[in-house]
């Protein structure tokens, strides 16, 4: 059973910065491209980064480029999304996610397991 843990999460004053983090009980997530999502209130779920098996590749959404960087740790199973320069518009349920394949996906169709999700609040 794929188990993914979220934390991290917090309430922040514009500018600032979180780390959330991941922690994965899956025996294939060093082969697996790992996702970050977000969910709003009143707004579908979004894509927000992704990172290779190998974390040699990665991708964002434009809103996220230059203030969060996604990274991960085979040898400890885990997944980090270190974001600074917070907006009130990045308020939402963080999610991480373990992708059905390699590449980096983007689309939530293409990740299998989902974790619980972690708030982050962004005051202005």
């Known amino acids: 059973q794929v188990q993914l843990a979220e934390s991290g999460g917090g309430l922040v004053q514009a500018g600032g910065s979180l780390r959330l983090s991941c922690a994965a009980s899956i025996r294939t997530f060093s082969s697996s491209a790992m996702g970050w999502f977000r969910q709003a209130p009143g707004k579908e779920r979004e894509f927000v980064a992704v990172?290779?098996?190998?974390?040699?590749?990665?991708s964002y959404t434009n809103s996220v480029k230059g203030r969060f960087t996604i990274s991960r740790d085979n040898a400890k199973n885990t997944l980090y999304l270190q974001m600074n320069s917070l907006k009130p518009e990045d308020t939402a349920v963080y999610y991480c996610?373990?992708?059905?394949?390699?590449?980096?996906?983007?689309?939530?169709?293409?990740?299998?397991?989902w974790g619980q999700g972690t708030q982050v609040t962004v005051s202005s």
């Open positions: 990172i290779s098996w190998s974390g040699g590749r990665t």
């Open positions: 996610a373990a992708s059905l394949g390699g590449g980096v996906p983007t689309m939530s169709a293409h990740f299998g397991s």
